[in-house]
């Protein structure tokens, strides 16, 4: 970089006012008095792209200068909600931004709001792909995220008549200003054909790929800001374009059709993400999907590599680190051979050593309904070539696998990479990489004593846990300004950049002071909920009832009908005793489900249901409120959580890799209702267990119980006739008059089990009394306010752990061994 050219280094009130100005002239032909919030929002998101831009282009000046290692996240999905609002934050513009805006006599709230948040993922995957963007950035690491410029994002959800229904959402339609266009970098990916091998002038055979399909892929780049640095990173996300020599030919053969189907074979590449969390839906152009942006991600990344180091690629992994973010990229290993052998020609032996020294793996889940495994039949005809490597790459594992066990069949049924048909793409992850990483410490030793026991037997030198986290600047300096406040009031402000540092209030969280601070704070935030509520769905709320949230994606693992199966019991411990003395609670759900899984459907009815039934009984009387609020997603998590007193993390134990949304009301100051599963294990650690409600099976006690294969869910019904009541009124029209079948399917497969599952599979009933009995000692301990604040304080206070700083930093120096850089304006 060009040391004598001057940067600008801070943007004034008066420019912002200046730009914004002059942009909403240019572009939309307005004055500030006659745009709209749309234009307004559109003017400041250019204005802000273009003061970054000296950042992110030194910032790129910087990885060529000193020729850094680069991490390049590889994803399906990233759920960065919006960016506006983050940038603002992250480059300390807020208030400026603030008064600019008010002089110009312009709400910048309603600015703010204008602004399309962008759903490019499902859940806890695609979000904690965005908040190790901003660690990556904010810590200085050389990082890019790579996905799919998804043309729809997961659906919007509206719920008509208690049932879920799904809208597109079209987040590009008033434009994209934060992306730059790069055509120059577009990139061609080859589907179909045939392989052939050619002889080269030394005699030397390669494989070509045949009467292929190509489809050309652009990049878009999105920039994303540190906090309170000058490293931009960058998020490429590649969109699907027809190639137009191929139109131009088939429209000079006359051939106009075949011309608008490439236009549309290309487009429906990168139109919409898969909305299942979780699972898979094995459809061919979800494997395309992954194609696509892997093969478009390590063309580039090569390209880019032997500008600098020619084709010296021994040295790729000390440059390069690719991390799948899932098996969703684990094409790159045979991708990265491919290129590797059939464009420069390096050796099988060499290019697999590059290999796996430059992929790591992260898994997380172990729900089998979630493991991707594509029919040979399929990968053959859609990428031969890969196939092809895949098919060698197993080959010589299976090998091995002899050498090590002998010819045993049932070992290389159970670890090969091709099987029963089917590409396993774990275990082409996990053999093609030099790390495998769990988001839990649980989650990680169950991957190593069950789930992948035999590949950590193998190499247990890759195995490894990072546990998951969040970052503090969206979920607690943008999200809770008031909590935000009141703790840099109190210990300055270090924690935005340090969450360790919450750790200064452990000694406040007994100080009467703080304590009403905190709390008036806390009720600050569930005034504003309420006030939105009302506003959404005319429900009055009670800001001074127990705010009790769970709020994720609708799985039967998670457990929303643990919860609200309580809350009808309750409803009928009322009803038996219209005088009973509850502290007035406020349950508030919310969680997408897959458009194809009718049970998780089925639930969202019967929570809406449940809430018509308690929310107008004259003898429940306001004590307690059950509310589903739709279309859950980050702009609402980020009203939700700063208003929580209660957080329900009460997935079966074991089933939950490790969740993030926990770590969110943990930072926000809810206390926790959970299972011991997932970070929870380390929240109670961290917590200590005075300031958590745990309760319900462990992970080994859920095993030994399915193994043992004596649950019974009659004898819990026979036994105990509160979940006989329970139970009841799921079939007895209660719940739905008139309809009373509507929840059969709930209750058989709770007592009898349902389409050939187990009865009650996640122990749902096995879990009641000892969940009620956690929800009981919460209902107690609301009652006592200095001890209620004190164990939410303690909760911020032991958040520290769970900032994805701390998680990326670890990726950073034990898996992907890069180091900081520092970018001077
Ligand atoms: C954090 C988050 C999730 C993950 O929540 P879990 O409770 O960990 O499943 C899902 N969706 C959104 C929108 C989130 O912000």
């Known amino acids: ?90 480059l300390s513009l807020d208030e400026t931004i603030r008064e600019a805006m008010e002089e110009l006599g312009v709400d910048y709230n309603l600015a703010e709001d204008a602004e399309a948040d962008p759903g490019l993922g499902s859940g806890g995957l695609g979000r904690l792909a965005a908040c190790f963007l901003d660690s990556l950035s904010t810590l200085g690491y ?184 899932d098996t969703h990229p684990s094409l790159a290993v045979a991708e990265l051979m491919r290129i590797l052998m059939d464009t420069y020609y390096v050796s099988w032996d060499q290019a697999w050593e590059i290999t796996r020294k430059t992929c790591a793996y992260t898994n997380h889940t172990i729900m089998s309904e979630a493991l991707e495994k594509w029919p040979i039949e399929l990968f053959s005809r859609l990428l031969p070539r890969i196939y092809m490597i895949v098919e060698e790459i197993n080959r010589r594992f299976c090998a091995n696998l002899i050498d090590w066990f002998g010819n045993d069949p049932n070992k290389i049924r159970n670890m090969a990479i091709v099987a029963d048909g089917q590409v396993r793409m774990a275990y082409l992850a996990i053999v093609g990489s030099h790390s495998v990483n769990g988001v839990a410490a649980i989650h990680s030793n169950i991957l190593k004593t069950q789930e992948l026991r035999d590949f950590y037997d193998i190499y247990p030198e890759k195995f490894n846990n990072k546990t998951n986290g969040i970052t503090q600047r969206r979920w607690l300096a943008k999200c809770n300004p008031g909590l935000s406040r009141l703790i840099t009031q109190n210990i300055g402000d270090g924690w935005i950049s340090n969450l360790d540092e919450l750790t200064k209030l452990k000694p406040l969280a007994g100080d009467a002071g703080f304590q009403t601070d905190f709390m008036r704070v806390k009720r600050e935030n569930k005034v504003l909920l309420s006030n939105y509520i009302k506003q959404t769905s005319d429900l009055s709320v009670d800001p001074d009832s127990i705010f009790d949230i769970q709020v994720k994606r609708l799985h039967e693992y998670k457990r929303q009908l643990l919860n609200i199966f309580h809350i009808i019991d309750l409803y009928n411990t009322i009803k038996m005793n219209p005088y009973m003395e509850i502290v007035p609670r406020t349950f508030i759900f919310a969680a997408k489900a897959s458009a194809s899984y009718h049970r998780a459907k089925l639930i969202i009815k019967l929570i809406n249901s449940v809430a018509d039934l308690v929310n107008n009984d004259k003898t429940v009387n306001g004590r307690i409120r059950v509310l589903f609020m739709e279309n859950y997603r980050v702009t609402l998590a980020e009203q939700l959580c700063p208003a929580a007193d209660v957080s329900e993390q009460i997935s079966t134990a074991g089933k939950e890799a490790s969740g993030t949304g926990n770590m969110k009301f943990m930072l926000n100051g809810a206390v926790t209702v959970g299972t011991l599963d997932g970070a929870n294990v380390e929240m109670l650690e961290e917590a200590g267990e005075d300031n958590i409600f745990i309760f319900g099976m462990t992970a080994a006690e859920v095993l030994a119980l399915t ?78 306010t200095a001890r209620w604040a004190e164990m939410a304080i303690n909760n911020v206070a032991t958040s520290g752990k769970f900032s994805s700083d701390r998680t990326i930093r670890q990726y950073a120096e034990e898996i992907w061994r890069i180091k900081p850089i520092q970018v001077k304006l």
């Open 1 to 90: 970089m060009d040391n004598t050219t001057p940067l600008p280094v801070g943007l004034t009130k008066d420019e912002i006012k200046r730009r914004v100005t002059e942009m909403v002239r240019t572009v939309f032909r307005k004055t500030i008095e006659t745009a709209s919030s749309q234009q307004i929002y559109n003017a400041l998101a250019y204005t802000i792209k273009d003061y970054l831009s000296d950042r992110w282009i030194a910032t790129h000046d910087q990885y060529e200068s000193q020729d850094v290692k680069v991490v390049y996240y590889l994803s399906m999905e990233f759920l960065m909600g919006r960016f506006l609002g983050n940038a603002v934050l992250n």
């Open 142 to 325: 050389p990082a890019y995220g790579c996905g799919i410029r998804y043309h729809y994002g997961i659906f919007e959800q509206h719920i008509e008549n208690g049932y879920q229904i799904e809208k597109p959402d079209n987040w590009l339609k008033f434009g994209d200003p934060w992306s730059v266009r790069r055509d120059e970098y577009a990139m061609e990916v080859r589907f179909g054909g045939k392989v052939n091998s050619v002889k080269d002038e030394q005699g030397v055979y390669h494989f070509v790929l045949e009467d292929y399909h190509s489809v050309l892929a652009i990049p878009y780049d999105y920039p994303v800001v540190g906090y309170n640095t000058n490293v931009v990173n960058t998020l490429r996300l590649w969109d699907a374009e027809a190639i137009d020599r191929f139109d131009l030919q088939s429209f000079n053969e006359g051939n106009y059709e075949r011309a608008v189907e490439e236009q549309n074979l290309a487009r429906r590449l990168s139109e919409v993400l898969y909305p299942a969390d979780n699972t898979v839906a094995g459809k061919e152009l979800r494997l395309r999907q992954q194609y696509f942006f892997i093969s478009a991600t390590i063309q580039r990344v090569l390209m880019r590599f032997t500008e600098k180091h020619k084709e010296d690629f021994s040295v790729l992994p000390d440059y390069v680190q690719f991390q799948l973010n």
């Open 707 to 784: 193994q043992s294969g004596t649950y019974s869910p009659w004898n819990l019904y026979n036994m105990d006739y509160n979940i006989r009541f329970v139970l009841t009124s799921l079939i007895n029209g209660t719940l739905a008059p008139g309809e009373h079948d509507l929840f059969r399917e709930i209750y058989d497969a709770m007592l009898n089990g349902y389409g050939g599952a187990r009865p009650d599979e996640y122990y749902v009933l096995q879990d009641f009394q000892s969940y009620k009995n956690a929800q009981f000692k919460i209902n107690n301990a609301y009652k006592d």
